[in-house]
């Protein structure tokens, strides 16, 4: 299995701040990475597929970059409502299909 | 727009079997390339993908649960389900069903999960 590792685990900061969140992956995944942000008590939402294509609708200040191991999600200015949970999920290897196990963004 | 919606028990004893259904609206399972995940969350933990169905009922499971899952499909309902024999209280969790990308093919959206339903509790306990 490939094993995905997100760092930090939580992040405080304020809005109007840029955030960048890691995600690891244990072996070569190539561009196959997606981002999640999830909110409690909602079920995840698709932010960023292929590293770095936006989603549908999704704000254009989130970000992702990234192939092979290292990935990285961006918030260029945080906003109040991407105070979430933030989840990497690898699509290159299968099966399983793994995530990352989360970044909190919390509230500075 | 499509829809997913889980139903199912909330409560399950140990060691009997976990049954969940995932029914899809606004747009036929059948309809495309897409496959149909389940995915879960325990209290306060991240998230493991479960397994992944074709309209055709082609499988994909997760090694770590395969020995206990089976998926199926009802095209005729617009449904998807999920059984998970012998479950213990570490099977207790949020359950989530959604629609997957293809895992192969010329997809830039690789076996990316983009629509979710809004997930069903389940508890394991006697």
């Known amino acids: 299995d490939i094993q995905m590792t997100q760092s930090p685990s939580s992040v405080s900061a304020s809005v109007g701040d840029r955030v960048t969140i890691t995600c690891r992956a244990s072996?070569?995944?190539?561009?196959?990475l997606a981002w999640y942000q999830q909110k409690p008590g909602k079920a995840p939402k698709l932010l960023i597929y292929a590293a770095s294509s936006l989603q549908s609708g999704v704000p254009s200040r989130f970000s992702g970059s990234g192939s092979g191991t290292d990935f990285t999600l961006t918030i260029s200015s945080l906003q109040p409502e991407d105070f979430a949970t933030y989840y990497c999920q690898q699509a290159n290897s299968f099966p399983p299909w793994t995530f990352g196990q989360g970044t909190k963004v919390e509230i500075k | 727009q499509l829809q997913l919606q889980e139903s199912g028990p909330g409560l399950v004893k140990p060691s009997e079997t976990l049954s969940l259904t995932c029914t899809v609206s606004?747009?036929?399972?059948?309809?495309?390339?897409?496959?149909w995940g389940w995915i879960r969350q325990p209290p306060g933990k991240g998230l493991e993908w479960i397994g992944s169905?074709?309209?055709?009922?082609?499988?994909y499971y997760n090694p770590s649960l395969k020995s206990r899952v089976t998926i199926s499909v009802d095209t005729s309902k617009n449904q998807f389900s999920l059984k998970l024999s012998s479950v213990t209280a570490a099977d207790t969790a949020v359950y989530y069903c959604a629609r997957q990308h293809p895992p192969f093919g010329v997809t830039t959206m690789l076996a990316s999960f983009d629509i979710w339903g809004q997930g069903t509790m389940v508890t394991v306990s006697s």
């Open positions: 072996q070569g995944i190539s561009s196959w």
């Open positions: 169905i074709y309209y055709s009922g082609s499988t």
């Open positions: 606004g747009g036929s399972i059948s309809s495309s390339s897409y496959y």
